[in-house]
């Protein structure tokens, strides 16, 4: 039995050999294959331990080792970066879900991102592991690495709950107090960082880290010397450069709270700011200790860095910003951080005394952004309680004379009542109207000095608003109340203390002779030649206008007396006084002289004017003293020399009737044959008509001049009665200033007789009419009929108003044509003024500045032009040459238009004067001459705006950014009609703003969030 027994236990024993034998065959290729990958893997050859595993997955059959492999292939494409790892690994999880590798799968690929930085992928996969899974050791390790990713992903309440569990670890709880300590300082909780670092103070690698952070904390508590002493002690051991920065940051402003402002200047100063950037606070600080110092222009030098500050810093660094401003007696700025101060709600106080400072200064120096009588008003309306109001209300009511604002000045006084205001009113009224004359505004002048003269305050003003009253009047042709104004002022006491009365004589002598009533005019005329003595000018034309008034009343020994006055001067209009000399001669029967002068007169002004006038009058007088041969020459030389004049047709009727009453009948008939071709519709063409007919007559070829006269268009033989009586009808109205009457007859007379014999006069008068009516449009046609026939006595006025039209119009194309032809046909020399002055306008608003310049300088050459014509020339050379980028030539006319100019040419060569300086870089003078445009010129508001912009540029060169800010902002906020002033301001500002965002993390930027560099390095993996 034994022996069966142990037969049977060795054959089952052989058996199970024989099966185990087999199986270990099989698992030991398996396994080897398997073990070289793995080691593979842990080599950290994953590409080739990838292949193996591959391969080995493909061919066995055991599911835990295809399992395995799947997992090891996922990880090596992880360490790979292959694109797709994180599908490889979510497919073994998927495929695998029993897998006792799934966590390690999770676990180990967070791992291998954590140790390589990348701690969002690694959170990617540590948010799948199962901790419930996971040893004692295991949990440990995952919760510091997890809490670390958390850290870094700065998702700090999680990161505070992994570290929470790992604290009292061995080894992960010295780190982890560590980072609990720092996300309690980054959170402000300095009591709870605190009782952290002080866990792990005894730790070496944490000391230098904590000290910075432990000084900061105490400083933040209000434990200033502790933290001077930290930081002191930790300063000369710094790390780095910003740590050092911030140190001395911390010391600095912890002297700075304990009032030791001297102490805290030098840390000041060493301090780099955040990444390179202080804040406003920072420029504050710096600021304030430099004003405790009474170091003013330093203590700017911090404070007016401080842009677009919003909070009780700001406010307090722009009220100390304006106190060393007046400290350095620059009142201009103190006036523009005063309003900054006044405009901030953070301390009640010093909102109510900026706002008091910048009433007072706003009189004192000017305000270019609102008139002073606002600022005055608004401060009063504000404090209606401040024991300041009295000062205030008599600073008001002195700075609506000061301001020079009128405009804006006579708006607010309009709305006062009492003595006082209506004595400023008086004289605000009175400058506004002023201002509007050197404008050129008579009108609205006028409307204002009326305004004036309804609140008769003060003397002075009423009986110099009435002068210049009439002198409105005067101007817009208003000539009869001109000399009732003129007359007015006369009767107030002492006139003569006033400036105006020096020419009165001489206005009233000229507002009689426009009304030509030359009798009157003559006492005038002699009363201020005999009281004058120092304005040539006024005084030889008072001569030629005296003799001129003789003249008219045929008293011409009296005339040429007065005409010889002139020539004696030798200066302007000795050419007319000698033509007026020689023609006076006539009428007095001296035709000899009067031929004697002529020539004279001929020799000596070939190139005057009047020289056409000359040869017309001598061949006249020629004719009178039947000298024909002479007489036909002469004329025939007015003819060939002056071929535009209008005495061409009148010569020619000259010749004509020469040869007709010397029965040169043939010459006669060529002559006035020519003058109504060529002079179609005009009184000379009717005449020669009419004296052909009767040359016709005598020769009895009545029919050859029925033949002919049909060619003419502008008479109709048998019509001539019934033309002429129409067209008187409605030149009567005319001259009787019944002006729509005499628009309605003229129009029928055109629609009668549309190439009537007065159809020439008939279209000049009703263009006239139509100017009067201020129907100018309609002018155009009527005005073009006449100059678009041969030279008549109507054609120099017609193009006068006809340009003068388009002018109003700003039809500068148009009223260039008309105003070249001016030019060159006027006789009359005002005509020739007005043509070359508006010839220089219109070419420089057509663009063609070079044509501009030339007449520009051609008006300047005329000896007798004014004032503002010549400021006009000026300014046209000045501006052309600004166009074409002539600088030099630009500043030198902008400087003679300074020493003549008035009203708003003064305010824009002011504003070049300033322009140009800052070009030279003399910054701080450019803002000199800008506060006098400002504060002298403030109602013209365009270069006030141009002025101030460019003034913010100064002080941006002058690293005043406070100011270049500030300004450039009330330009954009209070001049928004001058959309080119404000587009350059708006990226003036961007420019300075982008500029100083580089030092000033405050400006206009997102916030920055800087911390001190945190721990990267991990012990442990």
């Not at 330093?298 to 007046?326: M, P, R, T, W």
């Not at 024909?628 to 010749?655: H, I, M, W």
């Not at 002006?739 to 009537?756: D, R």
């Not at 700003?810 to 020739?832: G, H, M, S, V, Y």
């Amino acid at each position: 039995m034994k022996k069966q027994h142990v037969i049977l236990v060795l054959l089952l024993f052989i058996i199970i050999g024989n099966s185990n034998a087999q199986q270990t065959k099989i698992y030991t290729h398996d396994n080897v294959a398997y073990d070289k990958a793995l080691s593979l893997y842990k080599s950290e050859q994953f590409l080739v331990s990838q292949t193996l595993f591959e391969k080995l997955k493909n061919t066995t059959d055991d599911t835990q080792i295809k399992g395995n492999c799947a997992y090891y292939i996922a990880n090596s494409a992880v360490r790979l970066n292959q694109r797709n790892a994180d599908e490889l690994m979510e497919r073994f999880v998927e495929d695998y879900p029993t897998s006792n590798k799934r966590n390690a799968a999770f676990n180990g690929v967070g791992d291998y991102y954590f140790r390589n930085s990348k701690y969002a992928y690694a959170l990617k996969w540590y948010d799948r592991v199962d901790d419930g899974n996971l040893s004692v050791k295991e949990m440990e390790h995952y919760s510091f690495k997890k809490g670390y990713s958390l850290f870094h992903t700065n998702q700090k309440k999680k990161a505070k709950k992994y570290f929470n569990k790992i604290e009292d670890s061995e080894l992960y709880g010295a780190q982890a107090k560590y980072y609990l300590g720092f996300l309690a300082y980054q959170g402000d909780d300095y009591n709870e960082a605190s009782s952290y670092f002080d866990q792990v103070q005894d730790q070496k690698k944490y000391q230098e880290k904590m000290a910075y952070f432990q000084a900061d904390m105490n400083f933040k508590l209000g434990n200033f010397d502790k933290a001077i002493d930290l930081a002191s002690q930790r300063l000369p051991l710094a790390m780095d450069d910003e740590e050092r920065s911030q140190l001395n940051k911390i010391i600095g402003e912890s002297f700075f709270n304990l009032k030791k402002y001297d102490k805290a200047l030098s840390y000041l100063k060493e301090y780099k700011g955040r990444k390179g950037k202080w804040t406003n606070t920072d420029h504050y600080q710096l600021g304030y200790v430099y004003y405790k110092r009474t170091e003013f222009q330093a203590a700017i030098s911090g404070f007016n860095k401080i842009i677009d500050g919003e909070n009780s810093v700001a406010q307090n660094a722009y009220y100390h910003l304006a106190e060393c401003y007046l400290k350095i007696d620059k009142k201009n700025e103190a006036l523009n951080a005063f309003k900054n101060a006044s405009e901030m709600d953070f301390d009640p106080k010093i909102k109510a005394d900026a706002a008091l400072n910048y009433a007072k200064l706003s009189y004192e120096v000017g305000n270019p952004y609102q008139s002073v009588p606002e600022v005055l008003s608004n401060y009063i309306r504000a404090y209606p309680n401040s024991s300041e109001n009295v000062e205030i209300e008599n600073l008001l009511i002195d700075s609506y004379i000061t301001s020079k604002n009128y405009k804006e000045a006579l708006g607010l006084l309009e709305s006062k009542s009492g003595l006082n205001y209506k004595t400023a009113y008086q004289k605000v009224a009175f400058y506004r109207a002023i201002a509007l004359f050197n404008e050129g505004l008579f009108s609205d002048a006028g409307v204002h000095f009326d305004k004036s003269l309804k609140e008769p305050r003060t003397s002075k003003f009423t009986a110099r608003a009435q002068f210049w009253k009439a002198e409105c009047d005067y101007l817009l042709d208003n000539y009869q109340d001109a000399i009732i104004g003129y007359k007015e002022f006369a009767l107030n006491d002492s006139i003569a203390q006033y400036k105006e009365a020096e020419n009165l004589n001489y206005q009233l002598g000229y507002g009689y002779f426009k009304q030509k009533e030359y009798q009157q005019a003559i006492p005038y005329f002699l009363s201020f030649i005999e009281g004058n003595t120092d304005d040539e000018l006024r005084l030889i034309d008072s001569y030629l206008r005296l003799g001129d008034s003789y003249f008219v009343t045929t008293d011409y020994w009296k005339a040429m007396e007065t005409y010889n006055e002139v020539k004696k001067r030798n200066g302007v209009d000795a050419d007319y006084a000698h033509f007026q000399k020689a023609i006076s001669y006539g009428f007095v029967g001296k035709s000899a002289e009067k031929i004697t002068d002529l020539k004279l007169f001929l020799a000596d002004y070939s190139n005057s004017q009047y020289t056409d006038d000359a040869l017309f009058e001598l061949g006249n007088t020629y004719v009178l003293i039947n000298d024909t041969s002479k007489a036909l020459k002469t004329f025939d030389k007015l003819l060939y020399e002056y071929p535009k004049s209008s005495y061409v047709s009148r010569g020619l009727l000259k010749q004509g009737l020469v040869h007709y009453n010397n029965d040169a009948n043939e010459q006669a008939l060529n002559k006035f044959k020519q003058v109504a071709s060529n002079y179609p519709g005009s009184s000379e063409a009717n005449q020669a008509v009419a004296t052909a007919r009767l040359i016709y007559i005598d020769l009895d070829r009545v029919g050859e001049y029925v033949v002919w006269v049909k060619t003419l268009d502008f008479v109709a033989v048998s019509d001539a009665d019934l033309d002429n009586t129409t067209y008187e009808a409605a030149e009567k109205q005319f001259l009787a200033n019944n002006v729509k009457k005499a628009i309605k007859s003229f129009t029928g007379y055109l629609s009668s007789f549309p190439n009537g014999i007065n159809a020439t006069k008939a279209h000049f008068y009703l263009g006239q009419s139509y100017f009067k009516n201020n129907e100018k449009a309609t002018t155009i046609s009527h005005y073009t009929y006449v100059i678009e026939k041969e030279r008549n006595v109507f054609t120099e006025q017609a193009l006068a108003r006809l340009s003068q039209v388009y002018l109003e119009a700003k039809n500068w194309q148009e009223a260039k044509l008309i105003l070249t032809r001016l030019e060159n046909e006027a006789d009359f020399p005002q005509n020739k003024v007005f043509a070359l002055t508006n010839l220089m306008k219109s070419n420089y608003e057509l663009g063609n500045y070079q044509e501009a310049v030339v007449y520009a300088e051609k008006v300047l050459q005329n000896p007798k032009i004014e004032d503002a014509i010549k400021s006009d020339a000026q300014v046209v050379i000045a501006r052309s040459a600004i166009q074409t980028g002539d600088e030099s030539k630009a500043r030198i006319a902008y400087g003679k238009v300074q020493e003549i100019a008035k009203g708003s040419l003064v305010a824009e060569a002011l504003y070049y004067d300033a322009y140009f300086t800052h070009k030279d870089k003399d910054y701080a003078v450019s803002n000199v001459k800008i506060q006098n445009l400002t504060r002298d010129y403030s109602g013209y508001k365009y270069y006030a705006a141009k002025g101030l912009v460019l003034m913010a540029k100064n002080y941006y060169e002058l690293e005043d950014s406070f100011q270049a800010t500030y300004i450039l902002g009330k330009v954009i906020e209070n001049f928004t009609k001058y959309e080119d002033v404000v587009t350059d301001a708006k990226s003036e500002l961007q420019r300075i703003k982008i500029e100083e965002a580089k030092r000033n993390s405050s400006i206009n930027v997102d916030p920055i969030k800087e911390n001190m560099d945190q721990e990267n390095d991990v012990d442990g993996n």
